[in-house]
Structure formats: C-alpha cells, structure tokens
C-alpha cells in the first residue's frame, strides 16, 4: 500500500484505517495507545500527517473535536482492501464504541480474538446473524460480536458495554433475548458500576434461565480498557479472565 506519491505506507496506519473503518471512529488517545510510537511530539506530528494526507479528517462536530474519521484517501484504501467501512458515529456514542473496539482490538492482537464485528458493522452489512428479538418483531444487535480462540474450540462471544443504568424493563428484554438467541457461548457485559451489575443479575433472575448463569460475565470497565485479557470476568466458573478462559474451552 502505497500514498499518492509512491512513498510506503506504514503498518501502524494501515492498521489505524482498518480499526476506523470497523468503529467508525477514533480519538486522538486511541492512536496514541495502539497504534503510534516514539515520543509524544513524534505521536502528534503523526496524526497530523494522516490528517494531512487525507487518510483521516477530524469528525465534524465540536464535541468530537479530538476524534478523527475516514477521508477520501482512507476511503481509496479500504476500497482497495475490500474492506468495508461504517458511517461516522455520532459524538455521544464516540466513547462508548471506542471502549468496545479498543478492547477487541488489544485481544486481536493478543490472539484470543479470532475475528470481531461491531454493532456499526452490523448494521451497515444488514446482518440477519447475530440479530436480538427484543419484543414483537423488533430487534438490536449486541454492541459487538467476537470468536474466542480457545484450545479447542472458538466460541461466539456477545459484549455489551453498559455505561449508564437502564430501566429493569430494557434489561428484562435484553436478557430474555439472550435467553433465546443460541449463536453465543457467552455473552460479556462491560459494566460502568456495581449498580448496572446487579440490576443485570435481576434480570437474569427474573427470566429464571439457568443456563444464563454459565454464559454471562460481568467485567468492569476500568480493568476492561487497562488489560481485558486479565480482566476479572465475574459470574463465570471457568475461568476469573479471558485468558484463563480460553485455555478451558
């Protein structure tokens, strides 16, 4: 892959391309923390020059101000992969999906996630897999789907990322879907606190599916964007994180 005047383009940002062509977004932290190298200057004077190659713009509202999207050079590239791209995000959702993908992202590179899609991929594909009943016809998708590598079988992984408490009706319906839906071998809900947690166990509770209780982990958001390999996953008997999960399935 090569820029308009034959100069190579380099790993790090054939790679940013990719992870905003999957989220739809990134913030200038996020570069920093995957994808940059050298010192902080060297960090900035590099997101510049993506900006200024027209790989990426900076997102058009003031609230995303330090976040960038795909340009027209970026949109040639990922033409050229055969990749696909979603939309750009709104700003309030900037936090909330980067969360998710910045996680999947660090597992990818860790091996413990063969592949992932998010919620924006989904639905920009159309995607009938994958697809939540969630009351009378209508449906949502999780906020991100990945497979598990483990030693001897990769199972399909929902996450969900709860940053605010919801009402006990929307998780009543969340967790009655799940209940339905057969394609996940566990579903993982990145939890803000202690009270979205317990809120979800009543839900799990009310709907009364045993068989919940072996396929949903609780990990808090904090440890999820520090490490989420070693994150404690509570709720699950197999393992206290992924990785130690991944070497029991």
């Known amino acids: 892959m090569k820029y308009a005047h034959g100069r190579k383009l380099s790993k790090n ?3 940013a391309v990719r992870y905003v062509a999957k989220v739809g977004v990134m913030s200038r932290e996020t570069w920093y923390e995957l994808f940059s190298h050298g010192s902080l200057r060297w960090r900035q004077m590099q997101f510049q020059h993506l900006i200024d190659r027209k790989i990426f713009k900076p997102h058009t509202s003031k ?3 330090t976040a960038i999207v795909i340009d027209t050079f970026g949109i040639e590239l990922i033409k050229k992969m055969k990749w696909q791209h979603v939309h750009t ?3 309030h959702f900037i936090e909330h999906d980067e969360t998710v993908g910045a996680g999947l992202w660090k597992l990818e590179k860790l091996g ?3 592949k992932w899609i998010t919620e924006s991929e ?3 594909q159309k995607s009938a897999s994958f697809r939540l009943d969630v009351q009378a016809g209508n449906f949502k998708y999780p906020d991100a789907v990945f497979k598990l590598q483990g030693n001897l079988s990769a199972p399909i992984v929902a996450v969900e990322y709860e940053r605010t408490a919801k009402t006990n009706w929307r998780y009543n319906k969340a967790i009655r879907a799940y209940s339905e839906a057969y394609d996940f071998g566990f ?5 803000e606190n202690e009270v ?3 809120a979800i166990q009543r839900a ?3 709907i009364g599916d045993g068989r919940l209780n072996s396929r949903i982990g609780f990990i808090s958001v904090e440890n999820w964007k520090t490490n989420p390999a070693s994150a404690e996953v509570r709720g699950l008997k197999l393992g206290q994180n992924l990785k130690e999960l991944t070497l029991k399935i």
């Open 13 to 15: 940002t054939i790679e």
């Open 63 to 65: 609230y995303g101000h």
């Open 89 to 91: 995000i709104y700003p």
């Open 112 to 114: 413990l996630c063969q």
């Open 122 to 124: 989904m639905k920009t």
């Open 187 to 191: 579903i993982f809900f990145i939890v």
């Open 196 to 198: 979205i947690e317990k």
């Open 204 to 206: 799990m509770k009310y």
